[in-house]
């Protein structure tokens, strides 16, 4: 029976020491946060804040271009956009071959690899309307996106890389 409680005890202690040690990890973790005593900007009407103190904005505007900000194209130089518009006109060449002809995605995906010396599996694709189709690749910040129109037409441009990742534009909406 002695044996008994004294285990109990071990054990109810360690538990006891258990919960303490998280939840004093969890009350630093929350001290640490950096937003700990943020508050919303002060609007046109009510008194400014002090320089310098950190606020989260409530305008409409700014928090729309925040929440898109991902689709921003990163910079690019004259040199890597004049070095890359090679591979644009061959990625014109390559859609406008296909014009006419009854092509799918992977069809199209491995012209346009070709073109800009890319594998078809590097290549982003997305159809607009048969057989308008947007597709695009490319290395770095670099990327080359070329659209295939109806009557055969196809442009291409040279573009940077989304700050997401993507060659693409997103497509938008909530």
Do not use: W
Not at 49 to 75: M, V
Request: proline share 7%; net charge negative.
């Amino acid at each position: 029976m002695r044996r008994q409680r004294s285990r109990t005890a071990v054990i109810g202690s360690l538990l006891f020491v258990s919960v303490a040690v998280l939840a004093g990890g969890y009350a630093l973790a929350v001290a640490d946060d950096p937003r700990d005593g943020m508050r919303y900007c002060p609007s046109p009407q009510e008194p400014r804040l002090p320089p310098g103190t950190p606020c989260i904005s409530q305008d409409p505007n700014l928090k729309y271009q925040e929440n898109h900000g991902y689709r921003r194209e990163q910079e690019i130089t004259a040199e890597q956009r004049a070095g890359a518009r090679g591979k644009a006109e061959a990625l014109t060449e390559a859609l406008e071959g296909l014009a006419g002809k009854p092509v799918g995605e992977a069809e199209i995906a491995a012209a346009a690899a070709t073109a800009l010396g890319l594998e078809p599996d590097e290549i982003e694709y997305r159809q607009l309307r048969r057989p308008e189709a947007l597709v695009g690749g490319g290395s770095g910040k670099v990327c080359v996106i070329g659209t295939m129109g109806r009557e055969g037409h196809a442009t291409a441009e040279v573009t940077g890389r989304t700050l997401d990742g993507t060659c693409l534009p997103g497509l938008g909406g909530h």
